[in-house]
């Protein structure tokens, strides 16, 4: 699938950093887009995948095209164009339509300790006044919350978008699906920390994952550590996610 210019240039969205969120994914968009022959689009995220009106449209690939072409003010003919939507990796209908899409794209997924992922979650829900529960109380009443599947309909307001806060931390089965639908050599996963850590040695394996020439790129303190301290609750949900990590690893 392609997308028209008004200078009739083709062009297509080759690059997606589709999870996890909460793991680094803007950060490493941010670093791409450096490059002379990225161009990210438009605030990073295009959602373009995950809107209940490209389900509903007859025309899916004028509707992605239209959508696409509407974040990509900046580009100026770059080789690689990258759109970083997380949560395309986290529903199976919205992975399946982006892979439909362009099935030669590279996929990116930064993963992070699911944990430590949750409670970022959390805290970030609670900081919009989406969460009006303690941590604990959101952990243990997850399932429950989200017992209605909404299948590739989430709404701003879902409960599968605002409060699957362990949910997504299931890495296994979000993976095990984008592995079954592109060749293996097109997919590319790091771990957030690798990417923090190791940021030179880590951004020239994306570029030459790619297919880029690496460039420097400077280092910036851009990964914001969570200085608020855990309560009693907060460390009893820790607890808690452990034990539904390793129920789900073991019943999986």
Known sequence: MYMQQQSNQRFSVNLQIVGVQKAGTSALAHFLSQHP???LVDGKEAHVFDQPDFF??????????????????????ESVICDATPITL?????????????????FIVLLRDPVERAQSHYRMMKKL??????????????????RNNEGFNWSRQSPWRNW????????????????????????????????????????????TFIGLTPIKVKKE?????????????????????????????LFR
């Open 37 to 39: 022959d990225i161009c």
């Open 56 to 77: 509903e449209s007859s025309d899916q690939e004028a509707y992605a095209e239209k959508r696409y072409s509407k974040k990509l003010s900046s580009y100026r003919g």
């Open 90 to 106: 986290f529903n199976p209908h919205y992975l399946r339509a982006c892979i439909e899409y362009n099935p030669n794209a590279k």
């Open 129 to 146: 006044k989406r969460e009006n529960k303690n941590m604990l109380i959101a952990f243990v009443l997850e399932s429950w919350r989200l």
């Open 164 to 207: 699957s806060y362990l949910h997504r931390g299931l890495y296994e089965n979000q993976l095990e699906l984008l592995y079954s639908l592109v060749k293996p050599e097109q997919v590319l996963v790091l771990n957030q920390k690798k990417l923090q850590n190791q940021h030179e040695a880590t951004l020239n394996e994306v570029f």
């Open 221 to 249: 303190r851009i990964f914001v550590s969570e200085t608020k301290p855990f309560s009693l609750m907060d460390s009893l949900a820790r607890v808690y996610a452990r034990l539904f990590f390793a129920y789900h690893r």
